[in-house]
């Protein structure tokens, strides 16, 4: 559970200036021999973005340009099929020849791994199970953001906290083609993790430290073949890739990413054929006649995150669960939903769509039930914080919060976080707040974590929902739960977490973010993963039919 402002709706991971002025000086630009510099070369993908990705080194990219990029490029024992909505959350075999063999305790995974999948460029040799047990062991080492996703593994915690560096759970045999991965408990998310971008295998002997000056060879249908900070990405075909059941290679020749652009000028480059798509949301009504994206093709992006209301049930007026519970009754999340003018749909829960698990629903506001259970409460009348995130979704949709707490007979003070700031920092006792959820891995297990007594990447260590794992038999499902093996058992008994826990007034859903990006005309293959976004290698430039390789 990531409860913090959605990258999406802030510059795309901006390198510190600093951090630019030190890699140019060491003369950062890589370039392969015969690669085209000039936008417009036949079966070139051209993509305008803006800041820079916040990594390009796999172990330690996690904003939205980083991982579209790390899924063209790069490649682990296992991936998200290369797929849009919920089939895109299905775990297919990248590196391994097929999903792992699994011990009946569940406490170990073997996997054999197939001998024609290749690095690209530089290193251009067939992977090794060896390489798959440095890359893990490197992105503990490196204290990744997804280190949490991957505690389960034998001998992990030691590595993260610098007693080793030697992963005791994972075994390679390079002559035998298998990687073992002993558990110390059963984490049927491993799997899932694995197929993350944080797990990207990498040749063995990359060195432990950002390698985003010299990004590592990567197992994907592309290349990074050159990055100069606040100008360009260049990708190029991966000459020995193999393409395998869920990830095909990909249409375009080459992508050229260019950097530094407005989501106006961007957005404009496109409509006016200059370039290909452009990964920044844009207003929708700049794609009307007479706007600046007038012309190009526009593409609903359903974005993995909830923007929510989290209510603390150990605090007055919400002890009370039918207070708790008027909350959600009264919030028009229609409106709600407008007030985000990115793009956003009225959300029931918690879980996304594209998610197995989510089970979404539709309900008008009732102002009549919510007043009366304020009233029988006896709180008709009391002063309640409303604080607001630091997020753009997270204070859009507090009038519409503040307006329904009004209606319900509460008195809401809204009170604004400082930017950079951590709610449980900044607001100890906040009763309710507005905040935005982010999903990381595309099960229930990540949006409800807390209920596990766990937190996932990027979590503030005061979560804003502080007591919402109190309640023993909501902490008992959501266990029950996080055992199931994945499938459509476990998929059910999330959405039953979920439903329970928004019945309850712990958690008010309120909208899911829907992005407005722009194609220019003739571009076709806009797929949307719920884990890695809008595919890169799906998009086919306009006069392409056939893919690259």
């Known amino acids: 559970m990531v409860a913090t402002p959605d990258p999406k709706y802030h510059t795309e991971g901006e390198i510190s200036h600093s951090r630019i002025a030190r890699i140019a ?46 899924g063209a490029t790069q490649g682990g024992l296992v991936a998200f099929r290369r797929a849009g909505g919920t089939p895109g959350t299905t775990v297919v075999p990248d590196l391994a020849a097929a999903l792992p063999v699994v011990s009946p305790n569940g406490l170990r995974l073997t996997f054999t791994l197939r001998d024609d999948v290749r690095f690209g460029p530089p290193a251009s040799r067939v992977a090794l199970p060896s390489d798959v047990k440095s890359s893990l062991e490197r992105m503990l080492i490196l204290d990744s953001r997804g280190t949490a996703l991957y505690t389960a593994i034998d001998g992990a915690p030691a590595v993260i906290a610098g007693r080793t560096r030697q992963l005791s759970g994972v075994v390679a045999n390079d002559a035998a083609r298998t990687v073992t991965i002993s558990l110390t408990r059963r984490d049927p998310t491993l799997v899932q993790a694995l197929a993350l971008p944080f797990a990207s295998v990498v040749p063995k002997g990359t060195r432990a430290v950002d390698q985003t000056v010299n990004p590592p060879a990567g197992l994907g249908p592309y290349a990074i ?91 007055a007026p919400f002890t009370d669960p039918g207070v708790r519970r008027a909350v959600g009754l009264a919030l028009n999340r229609s409106v709600a939903a407008a007030a985000i003018t990115t793009g956003a749909r009225a959300a029931s829960r ?79 006792r906040a009763a309710i707040a507005t905040a935005m959820w982010t999903q990381t891995l595309p099960d229930g297990s990540d949006a409800y974590a807390q209920l596990l007594g766990t937190t996932a990447p990027g979590t503030p260590a005061t979560p804003p929902i502080p007591v919402i794992s109190s309640d023993a038999a909501l902490r008992s499902r959501a266990r029950s739960a996080a055992n199931a093996v994945l499938g459509t058992a476990r998929d059910s008994a999330w959405a039953q977490v979920d439903a329970s826990a928004v019945a309850d007034g712990r958690v008010v859903p309120v909208a899911t973010p829907v992005a407005t990006e722009v194609t220019a005309p003739g571009v076709s293959g806009v797929t949307v993963n719920p884990v890695l976004g809008v595919l890169l290698g799906s998009l086919q430039p306009a006069g392409g039919s056939d893919r690259a390789r």
Do not use: C
């Open 25 to 70: 000086g060491i003369g950062l630009l890589i370039a392969i021999s015969g690669t085209s510099q000039a936008l417009g070369v036949s079966g070139e993908l051209r993509v305008e973005a803006g800041g820079n990705p916040d990594f390009l080194d796999p172990a330690l990219a996690r904003d939205p340009l980083a991982w579209q990029i790390m």
């Open 225 to 315: 073949s050159a990055f100069d900070p606040d100008r360009r990405i260049v990708l190029t075909a991966n000459p020995g890739y193999v393409a395998r059941d869920g990830l095909p290679a990909g249409y375009a020749a080459g992508i050229t990413i260019r950097l530094g652009l407005t989501p106006r000028a961007a957005a404009a480059h496109v409509a006016a054929g200059d370039a290909d798509y452009s990964v920044m949301p844009i207003a929708r009504s700049a794609t009307r006649r007479g706007g600046y994206a007038a012309g190009a093709t526009t593409n609903a992006v359903t974005d993995s995150a909830t923007a929510y209301v989290a209510i603390d049930p150990s605090q």
């Open 350 to 428: 918690m879980i996304p769509p594209g998610t197995p698990g989510n089970r979404e629903g539709t309900r008008a506001p009732d102002l009549r039930t919510a007043r009366a259970l304020v009233s029988g409460a006896g709180a008709t009348g009391t002063a309640v914080t409303l604080w607001t995130g630091t997020g753009y979704a997270e204070r859009a949709i507090a009038p519409a919060v503040r307006d329904a707490l009004s209606k319900i007979g509460l008195v809401p003070i809204v009170k604004a976080l400082p930017k950079n700031s951590g709610l449980g920092r900044t607001a100890p």
